[in-house]
């Protein structure tokens, strides 16, 4: 295995009972990348996204199949310490999802979680969390007023600084900008861009140009027939996706025939 | 919101086939213009060029704005980036057209007012050569036919040698002083003509990177 290969999927299915929703994906997320999956609305991306943390788990009667590792372990073995994963694979969604808690409290909720820290340490781990979520210099004067009282924007870079809290290494974000306005959309993927830095992060986007901006990568799902699982049709750089992909499928797709 | 999209696309698609037709009947009549110098024929070349240069703004204009409303990707993308290329091209065509209908009114001005017959013999080869390149790179376009494009830039070299010719005979024939502006002339049309080979295949260059995605140079544009 190469080392950059933080995630590799391999022969990947799921089931919803006896529905098999996603089939046969196979491909290596490299460390430090951006990783974009595409695909029309049902196809199965955001269940793909929530593999990678076994958020799926919480889903009566669903099944995977094939082999998910994370750093090499596979992650679906029934030794695995689901909290561990979580911790280590953070998850922003769709709509900013903060307690209603203080800013401060929102931060410092997963290290309190995770050990004992000293109210020094605690301070550190707030500040240091939302500097690197660009969002420090917007609330370092109201820590403890309402997370709820930010913007929509603030509150989902909020989110992002969470997750970073814990020290996560791998960040899955599911549409992470599709409530915000533009400019909210562009702090948001100026962040995530910086982030990669340290960061694996796999984004389910159903805006084209922001997978065309932001990730190095992009992996196209489709459900060619009802009542088939989606399959992973192209994955590839996403320069050469979003300028000459190698399937007529994706392209039809992304230049809006279908979808 | 697409089907817009895709309107307006097939729409840039008519005016440079239309801005194309401009220009191949440009080519044909100053080529036509020159072997016989037809000093109406070249005006009427000189001012139909105007219409190619409003083309040229007025596609341009068009493919910023489609690129600005509907963001394109993938073949959608390459399309409009190579027209926004391609059309320059055809412009530049459309002006080195031009320059052959002015030399041909200043043939006319001349005292030796004819060419001689060989160096005919040779433009008119040149332009069978360059006419069925710009024709062919034209209808790569129109037809979306990567072979067609594919085979552009093969008489490439032969235009040049015809052009090398041209200038060796001209040079060598025409020794005496009082020609000298006229085969200076006769040699720069024959020039303009080679270079309308050139960006013939320049077109075809980026017609082949629309339909493959490969940038592929057939020659060096120098």
């Known amino acids: 295995m190469s080392n950059n290969i933080k995630i590799k999927v391999k022969n990947y299915g799921f089931y919803y009972g006896k529905i098999k929703v996603l089939s046969d994906i196979t491909m290596d997320i490299e460390q430090n990348t951006i990783t974009a999956i595409i695909g029309p609305s049902g196809c199965g991306k955001s269940t793909f996204i929530r593999t990678f943390n076994r958020m799926n788990d919480l889903i009566a009667n669903s099944k995977v199949t094939g082999e998910v590792s994370v750093d090499g372990i596979n992650i679906y073995k029934n030794n695995v310490d689901v909290v561990e994963l979580r911790k280590k694979v953070g998850m922003v969604f769709q709509r900013p999802n903060p307690f209603p808690k203080t800013i401060y409290d929102n931060i410092a909720y997963g290290p309190r979680l995770h050990a004992r820290y000293s109210k020094q340490k605690l301070e550190h781990i707030v500040e240091d969390s939302l500097k690197k979520a660009a969002l420090w210099d917007e609330v370092k004067n109201k820590l403890h007023t309402n997370a709820l009282e930010l913007s929509g924007g603030q509150q989902q870079r909020l989110c992002i600084a969470r997750v970073l809290a814990v020290n996560s290494e791998i960040i899955l974000m599911d549409e992470p900008a599709s409530s915000l306005d533009p400019i909210s959309t562009q702090k948001i993927e100026d962040l995530i861009d910086e982030l990669k830095e340290n960061y694996t992060i796999i984004i389910v986007t159903h805006n084209m140009q922001q997978a065309a901006r932001i990730s190095q990568k992009t992996a196209f799902l489709l459900t060619e027939k009802i009542d088939e699982p989606a399959r992973l049709i192209e994955y590839d750089d996403t320069n050469k996706i979003f300028t000459n992909p190698g399937d007529k499928r994706t392209e039809n797709y992304i230049t809006g025939r279908f979808g | ?222």
């Open chain 2, 1 to 222: 919101m697409r089907k817009t999209f895709h309107e307006k696309l097939n729409e840039i698609n008519e005016d440079v086939l239309l801005m194309g037709s401009l220009v191949q009947e440009a080519v044909h009549n100053s080529i036509e213009a020159i072997l016989r110098i037809n000093v109406d024929l070249a005006q009427k070349v000189i001012d139909k060029d105007e219409k190619i240069d409003e083309y040229d703004i007025l596609i341009e204009e068009k493919c910023i704005v489609l690129q600005a409303e509907h963001q394109p990707v993938a073949r959608d993308l390459r399309l409009i980036h190579s027209i926004s290329i391609l059309i320059k091209y055809l412009e530049r065509i459309g002006d080195l057209a031009v320059n052959i209908s002015k030399i041909v009114k200043k043939l006319a001005g001349e005292k030796k007012k004819q060419l001689d017959k060989e160096i005919i013999d040779l433009l008119v080869e040149m332009g069978n050569l360059v006419e069925p390149e710009l024709n062919g790179a034209l209808n790569s376009f129109k037809n979306k036919d990567v072979k067609l494009a594919s085979k552009l830039g093969k008489s490439d070299d032969t235009v040049d040698e015809i052009q090398k010719l041209i200038f060796k005979k001209l040079f060598t024939s025409h020794k005496s002083k009082e020609n000298i502006k006229f085969v200076t002339n006769v040699a720069l049309a024959s020039r303009y003509l080679e270079r309308i080979g050139d960006q013939a295949v320049n077109i075809g260059e980026r017609v082949l990177f629309f339909l493959t995605g490969d940038y592929k140079v057939f020659h060096d544009d120098i």
